[in-house]
């Protein structure tokens, strides 16, 4: 049993947040010694299996049971006992709460530490802290009991002092899977045990700055800044009298802001009643400053020095800080008196390899390509991150929704309300809010995610908005629960629904009466990036854009939480729910990310980057209007340039001298004449003016392509019939209704046991009753086709029938077999990256090449589309042989991979499919679109396939190459608009 601990059993007991924890303070950076590396580890069926010696003399060495392994880590990600574990709603083990499953895995972490090597001989209190442990940990040193701590993702300090002796030094973390707290970290991640986050030692001074809190405000009227400070001292055994605390603030580039403010420490020995603590209040307006924004991260630095009776500066400390003002008015969330546009994303810490133990590269490589794609705000979905996550986001400039890592998914309605775990739920908003107060970055709290609504979320709300009234505060259960218009006013000041469809938005913007009414409605969570996804991102926008009361939102999610798995054979593969043999599981929901795993943007993210420009352009009334869309910055960063594409060759180019101010508008005229004949389009880029943090000179942010004329005339092609020149080239195409249904279309079979979650279109399954996916299209539809052979090749014009009780099919159109030397595709059409008839707003008209693309979908889906196409261009890089597709008639949507619909359909991992004989190429009439039915709005009416008449005419012809050309193999890469031809 452990010592002191065991027989209390608080991991089992939800009112038991912490056990001789140290308060929460803002960070700051301080000379804290890692304990990060190898320790010695070993695991026990439960906290009450471990044996007391497991955590008393001296660190075991590896061998006995004993195994090596690193912090940060979790233990299920690094081979030891239990894996991860996925679920998303409910438990992995059976209720209700507080009860525990009897196989409850408990590490116990070992390491040794020195106090030589690690406290320089300073005195004054020695403060061990836990970054995270997942679920809940126990601290010893040298044997004896020195915390218990709660919430895996907040630091916890312990007092160690009274503990460590001169010289060697004992330590051991006990960290349990499961807690009755475990109820209230339910978010739909995996679930995973050990510390994943640093373990650190610091040597206090005796007499010390216990925490700096900084409210720092802006106001747009007067331009001026203000600043309120409140520098709690903690005296330690000495009195207080005669302690001074100094302070000044820094502007960004190191000058000094205002004079140096000094004011004495409260004396204790005054009476009673009008002692606030050690507590030295002050406050500095009419300043002149910069203020913060996303856009403008203007980051001032405040220092504070404790000074003791004889003038010794005895203490010093730090903090950063951000002149800002946020406010809801209205229906309008105001950062610094403007309404900013969130362009939002949800984030998970996840990393393929170390799942939740991310690094700050880590970190920095997120936003790098958040950046990338203009998106400029984070809900820290569903929990706090590390510091370092907070101090990249104030430093880069991203708005962050901070949320306290408190769901409690799987009981929803009951815990919210229940009073044994009424501490924890302040406990876990309260501290959130005392570490990260100081961040410019926060501009809302969130009291977390998916909890009901009950009296422990009023008691939550209540407490932050009176510590901090500096912020709004955001919770979605309340208005799901209570409704849009009012509900839930206590605990929200925003109205932030999941997955709303556009005509919910809308129908609230337009019911909230001007800037006095209603609240700001910015979407928690919406357009489900699961697989193939995002489809009508730029419908939200427009909408968005247009209606009093919508702001945005924040996209589910950043990345695919797929984990990196050896398999038996030595495969490697990413892997989901289920596939590490965790039961229950909900397979792969866990993967519906923007970016894949290892963080390689998956196609929408071209879309994402284009409904967040900086900068729109549009025709009105034959001239360019050109708008910002920032609120504080210039575009001076970026050189604008402008294309005349005409059937889609560019024809003429040039560059703007455009600096627009911050929310500019300015009409600019055409730039060239426009030519009497030909599809004409002008293409405008807006390309980063000189290397950036986050991309080099040259790196497209914004884009606008306008029709000039739209004229679409397929020139007839001049070649060779195709089987003359390469007999085994093609065969006959074939009609084809079928797709492999994706992500949003329905759970396929291969990923069942996700089924039960109720989650996932009802499309697949309709398809599937009406035999799609087996029958042959020529059963389904009715299909003519007349084919005319000339010397240039073969003309086909095909036409279909979709009777009308066959509603919404996946598409309409042929497919054909083509050997897959053609490994090179060029194309005028839509491009250069994958687009669907609901996401290709970002995708301009042009000619384009691209390589064979390999499926960029975990679970193997529909992929790969490319849509509006008057012709379609195969080609042999090694011989110059091509195959040329014409339309005859309309633009087409087409994809050419290695994989049969039905192949893709078949395989449950994207590391499972193998390349077929032949390159696959389908021609579609019509294809339905891609929506976000995976938890959210299908397909919109106006993007679906509809019974009636389609028709689907082209020609195709060859030219044999020269033989020998090579062309180097074209980047997989998604870069919006760098043309690689
Ligand atoms: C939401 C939830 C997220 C995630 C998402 C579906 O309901 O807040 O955590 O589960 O749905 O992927
Ligand atoms: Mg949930």
């Not at 960070?27 to 010694?33: F, G, K, R, T, V």
């Not at 903090?319 to 008196?337: A, D, P, S």
């Not at 290397?691 to 392509?705: E, T």
């Not at 110059?880 to 395989?907: C, K, M, V």
Request: with cysteine.
């Amino acid at each position: 049993m452990l010592p002191e601990i065991g027989a209390l059993r608080p991991w089992a007991d939800p009112s038991v947040v912490a056990l001789k924890r140290l308060p929460m303070h803002t960070s700051s950076a301080s000379a804290s010694a890692s304990l990060d590396g190898q320790w010695v580890f070993r695991l026990f069926s439960s906290p009450d299996a471990v044996p007391t010696d497991a955590v008393l003399g001296s660190t075991p060495v590896v061998g006995a049971g004993w195994t090596a392994l690193l912090v940060p880590g979790t233990w299920s990600m690094q081979g030891v006992g239990d894996g991860p574990h996925y679920t998303n709603v409910r438990m992995p083990f059976a209720g209700p709460p507080p009860r525990l499953p009897e196989h409850n895995p408990t590490g116990v972490y070992r390491r040794e530490f020195s106090l030589d090597q690690h406290v320089e001989g300073r005195t004054g209190p020695l403060v061990l802290t836990v970054g995270g442990a997942d679920a809940v940990h126990v601290v010893y040193v040298n044997g004896t009991l020195v915390g218990y701590g709660t919430d895996a993702r907040l630091p916890s300090e312990y007092d160690i002092s009274p503990a460590v002796r001169p010289g060697r030094n004992d330590l051991a973390i006990v960290v349990v899977r499961y807690a009755a707290h475990s109820y209230l970290e339910d978010q739909d991640a995996w679930w995973l045990a050990g510390l994943h986050r640093g373990v650190r030692l610091e040597r206090r001074p005796p007499i010390r700055v216990a925490d700096v809190r900084v409210t720092a405000d802006f106001d747009p009227a007067t331009r001026l800044g203000s600043i309120a400070l409140a520098v709690q001292v903690d005296p330690g055994q000495a009195p207080s009298a005669g302690l001074r605390v100094r302070w000044w603030v820094e502007t960004p580039s190191g000058a000094r802001l205002v004079p140096v403010v000094e004011g004495p420490v409260p004396h204790e020995h005054a009476r009673a009643y009008e002692f606030t603590g050690f507590v030295v209040d002050a406050a500095l307006d009419g300043l002149r400053v910069e203020p913060w924004s996303a856009e403008r991260p203007a980051l001032y630095t405040c220092r504070v020095e404790l000074v003791d009776a004889l003038g010794e500066v005895v203490d010093s400390t730090s903090r950063r800080l951000g002149f800002r003002r946020v406010r809801v008015e209205g229906n309008r969330l105001l950062v610094n008196g403007e309404r900013v546009w969130i362009f939002g994303v949800n984030r998970h810490d996840h990393h393929p390899d170390r799942a939740s133990a991310v690094t700050v590269e880590d970190l920095r490589s997120d936003l790098v390509t958040m950046r990338r794609h203009n998106v400029n705000a984070i809900r820290t979905s569903h929990y706090p991150n590390d510091d370092a996550f907070y101090d990249l986001c104030d430093e880069l400039g991203f708005y962050v929704v901070d949320e306290a890592n408190l769901e409690a998914h799987a009981y929803n309605r009951s815990l919210a309300d229940d009073p044994r775990y009424r501490a924890a739920w302040l406990d876990r908003g309260a501290r959130m809010v005392e570490r990260d107060r100081n961040h410019p970055c926060v501009i809302l709290w969130s009291l977390g995610n998916e909890s009901g609504y009950g009296v422990n979320h009023d008691a939550l709300a209540a407490w932050i908005r009176s510590t901090d009234p500096s912020r709004p505060v955001h919770y979605e259960d309340a208005i799901r629960i209570e409704g849009w218009q009012e509900g839930g006013r206590q605990v929200t000041d925003l109205v932030c629904p999941m997955y709303p469809s556009i005509d919910e938005i809308r129908e609230y913007g337009e019911s909230t009466t001007g800037p006095g009414g209603g609240r700001p409605l910015i979407m928690c969570e919406y357009s489900h990036a699961m697989g193939n996804s995002n489809g009508s991102l730029g419908d939200y926008w427009d909408v968005i854009t247009t209606t009093p009361g919508l702001q945005g939102g924040f996209l589910w999610e950043w990345k695919d939480q797929a984990l990196r798995q050896t398999l038996p054979d030595g495969r490697v593969r990413l892997a989901y729910g289920g596939q590490f043999g965790d039961r229950p599981h909900d397979g792969n929901f866990v993967a519906d990310g923007l970016v894949a795993a290892d963080g390689t943007p998956h196609p929408a993210m071209a879309e994402v980057a284009w409904v967040h420009r900086p900068v729109t352009v549009h025709l009105d009334d034959g001239a360019l209007v050109v708008t910002s869309r920032r609120f504080f910055a210039s575009l001076d960063d970026l050189d604008c340039t402008w294309e005349l594409v005409v059937d889609g060759e560019v024809t003429r180019s040039g560059s703007w001298d455009l600096p627009l101010e911050a929310g500019e508008r300015r009409v600019v005229p055409v730039p060239v004449p426009v030519p009497d004949r030909g599809d004409t389009r002008l293409t405008v880029r807006w390309t980063t003016r000189s290397d950036a943090w986050f991309a080099p000179a040259g790196y497209a942010l914004a884009w606008d392509q306008v029709v000039l004329r739209a004229e679409r005339i397929a020139p007839v092609p001049t070649g060779r019939p195709v089987d003359d020149l390469w007999p085994d080239a093609h065969t006959e195409p074939r009609p084809a209704v079928w797709r492999a249904a994706t992500d949003n279309d329905g759970v396929k079979a291969a990923v069942d046991g996700a089924a039960d979650l109720g989650l996932g279109g009802s499309t697949l399954a309709r398809w599937r009753a009406l035999g799609l996916d087996r029958l042959p299209a020529e059963s389904v539809v009715r299909h003519e086709v007349t084919t005319e052979r000339t010397e240039h090749g073969v003309r086909a014009r095909h036409g279909f029938e979709v009777p009308a009780d066959l509603d919404d099919l996946p598409r309409v159109g042929v497919v054909l077999e083509v050997d897959p030397r053609f490994t090179s595709l060029r194309w005028w059409g839509r491009g250069p990256h994958e687009n669907y008839p609901d996401r290709a707003r970002s995708a301009v008209l042009g000619t384009w090449t691209a390589a064979v693309e390999p499926c960029p979908y975990l679970v193997p889906q529909e992929f790969g589309l490319r849509t509006d196409t008057s012709w379609l261009e195969l080609e042999d890089p090694h011989t110059g042989d091509r195959i040329r597709i014409s339309t005859l008639g309309e633009p087409f949507a087409w994809s050419a991979t290695r994989f049969g619909a039905h192949d893709l359909f078949e395989a449950s991992n994207d590391s499972d499919l193998v390349p077929g004989p032949r390159l696959v190429v389908h021609l579609d009439a019509a294809h339905r679109g891609i929506g976000t039915g995976a938890c959210g709005p299908d397909v919109l009416p106006q993007y679906r396939v509809r019974p009636g008449r389609y028709e689907l005419a082209y020609a195709v012809s060859g030219t044999a190459g020269l033989g020998g050309v090579h062309q180097a193999p074209l980047e997989q890469e998604h870069r919006p608009l760098v043309r690689p031809d």
